[in-house]
Nanobody
Framework: VQLQASGGGLVQAGGSLRLSCAGS????????MGWFRQAPGKEREFVAA????????HYAESVKGRFTISRDNAKNSVYLQMNTLKPEDTADYYC??????????????????????WGKGTLVTVSS
């Protein structure tokens, strides 16, 4: 699975952005999908994850209630709708995929960053 993220940009605090990640390969719907981010000078951190059928979703505490992850398997795509953006959301955002195991194992892989595939980042900058 090859992944290509897009949709980053510059936005004012309180604004919104929608990130998209397009995947190639037939097995897209066999993978849990998610988003990570890495701010300057900081370690990469988990943001959100969604199971292959969309039935299970997890978010980092810092984005709960503001970000929404979704997927469209027919389009081999996963999305991250980001609302009420804050300057601390500024980071490179990466989409990632992991081959589904049990739901618990798959969601656990997102918490540890143990992904099978990574896309290149898309930069989100939130100005105050």
């Amino acid at each position: 699975v090859q992944l290509q993220a897009s949709g980053g940009g510059l936005v004012q605090a309180g604004g919104s952005l929608r990130l998209s990640c397009a995947g190639s390969g037939r097995a897209f719907n066999m993978h849990g999908m998610g988003w990570f981010r890495q701010a300057p000078g900081k370690e990469r951190e988990f943001v959100a994850a969604i199971s292959r059928n969309g039935g299970t979703i997890h978010y980092a505490e810092s984005v709960k209630g503001r970000f929404t992850i979704s997927r469209d398997n027919a389009k081999n795509s996963v999305y991250l709708q980001m609302n009420t953006l804050k300057p601390e959301d500024t980071a490179d955002y990466y989409c990632a995929a992991v081959l589904m195991r049990t739901t618990a194992q798959t969601m656990g892989a997102f918490k540890t960053g143990g992904m099978d595939y990574w896309g290149k980042g898309t930069l989100v900058t939130v100005s105050s």
